[in-house]
C-alpha cells in the first residue's frame, strides 16, 4: 500500500518564498534619497559632459553649463559624497570670452572628468560587489533551513534505491533467501550497476573526444572531404585572386601556409588555436616566422576586420607561398 504524501514540506516552502524573494529583490530597490545619484547615474552623467565637450565650440559652452547643476550627490552604499561644479561650470561660461584657449581648457577639463568618472566607476563596482554579497548571504541563510536539504534529486535516488531493493528483495525470498538478506545485496548491486553506469559512460566520452577530428576549422572543401593539402588551397588562392575575389584569397593563402608548415613538421592544425596562438611555435631565428607574421596580420585585418584590400596584397601574399614552398615558380603569376 503506498503511503499519503507529505504536503508538510510543501506547505513550508510556500511560507518561505516571500522571504526568499525579498532577499533577492532588496539590492535591486535600493535607491538613492533626496536627490542622490547612485555612483552608476554619476558615470552616465559624467560621459554625456565628456561627449558635449568633446564636440562643442567654444560658443557653445555656456549653453552646456547650464545642464549642470551646482553640485552633485552622490550615494555610495556606506555614504553621500557631495561633488561640487564650480570649477566646471565657470570653465565653460568663460570658454567663449576667450576662443582661441579653448582647446587647451578643453583638454584639461576632459582629464579631469576622465579621473572622476573612472573614480566613479571604481565605486559603482564596489557597490554592486556589495549587493551580490548581501543576497548571497541571505539566500545562503534561507537555503541553509532544514526545510531545503533535501533536494529532488536526492528523493529520486532515494526512491529508486528503495524499489530497487524491494524487488531483489521479493525475488531474493521466492529462492529461498533469508529475510534482509536480499535487500542487503540488492543494495549492493544497485550501487554496482550505478557506478559501472558512471565509468562506462566516462570511456565513452573520453574515447569520444580522443577520436574528435582535429583541423576542422579548414573546412574549405565539401563535406566528407579529406582535408585538401598546402599546394591544393595555394593554387585556389591564385584562382580566387585572379577572379577579383582577393578577400578569399587571402584566407586561402593563409590556411594554405598553416597546413603547409603542418606538413613540414613545425606543428599540428588544431581547430582550437587562434591565428597568433601559432606564431610563438616558430622559433625567432626560423625565415619562416617573418613570412607567417605577415600573413596572419594581413588574414586578420581583411577577414576578421573587413580592411579594404589593396594593391599590396595580393602579390606579397602569393609571393609568400611561393617562398614557403606552397607554390611552384611562376604559378603564382596574375
Not at 142 to 156: G, L
Request: proline share 4%; glycine share 8%; charged share 25%.
Amino acid at each position: 500500500m503506498r503511503r499519503p504524501r507529505d504536503h508538510s514540506r510543501l506547505r513550508r516552502f510556500a511560507l518561505l518564498l516571500p522571504s526568499l524573494v525579498l532577499a533577492l529583490a532588496l539590492p535591486l530597490s535600493a535607491r538613492a534619497q533626496d536627490g542622490a545619484i547612485p555612483p552608476g547615474a554619476f558615470t552616465q552623467e559624467l560621459d554625456r559632459i565628456i561627449q558635449a565637450i568633446d564636440t562643442n565650440t567654444s560658443a557653445a559652452a555656456p549653453a552646456l553649463a547650464s545642464t549642470i547643476p551646482v553640485r552633485w550627490r552622490v550615494q555610495t552604499k556606506h555614504e553621500t559624497i557631495e561633488v561640487g561644479t564650480h570649477w566646471l561650470t565657470t570653465s565653460l561660461i568663460d570658454a567663449s570670452k576667450a576662443p582661441n584657449e579653448w582647446a587647451v581648457k578643453r583638454a584639461a577639463l576632459r582629464r579631469r572628468l576622465i579621473a572622476m568618472r573612472d573614480e566613479a566607476a571604481a565605486l559603482a563596482a564596489a557597490d554592486a560587489a556589495g549587493a551580490r554579497a548581501g543576497a548571497r548571504s541571505a539566500i545562503a541563510g534561507i537555503v541553509a533551513r532544514e526545510e531545503f536539504q533535501e533536494t529532488a534529486s536526492q528523493k529520486w535516488r532515494e526512491q529508486w534505491r528503495a524499489r530497487v531493493a524491494e524487488w531483489f528483495d521479493d525475488l531474493w525470498s521466492r529462492f529461498g533467501g533469508g529475510a534482509g538478506t536480499g535487500r542487503r545485496v540488492a543494495t549492493v548491486l544497485a550501487w554496482a550497476a550505478g557506478i559501472a553506469a558512471l565509468i562506462g559512460l566516462g570511456f565513452w566520452l573520453a574515447r569520444s573526444i580522443a577520436e574528435r577530428p582535429r583541423g576542422a576549422s579548414l573546412n574549405l572543401g565539401a563535406g566528407g572531404r579529406a582535408r585538401p593539402r598546402a599546394r591544393e588551397l595555394a593554387l585556389q588562392a591564385v584562382e580566387k585572386a585572379r577572379s577579383g575575389n582577393v578577400r578569399e584569397a587571402v584566407r586561402f593563402a593563409y590556411n594554405a601556409a598553416l597546413v603547409q608548415l603542418e606538413e613540414d613538421g613545425a606543428w599540428k592544425v588544431d581547430e582550437a588555436r587562434t591565428p597568433r596562438e601559432y606564431l610563438p611555435m616558430l622559433e625567432a631565428g626560423d625565415r619562416r616566422r617573418p613570412l607567417m607574421l605577415d600573413l596572419t596580420q594581413r588574414f586578420e585585418q581583411i577577414w576578421y576586420g573587413n580592411r579594404a584590400v589593396s594593391a599590396d596584397d595580393t602579390p606579397r601574399v602569393t609571393a609568400h607561398l611561393e617562398t614557403l614552398g606552397c607554390l611552384r615558380p611562376g604559378e603564382r603569376a596574375i
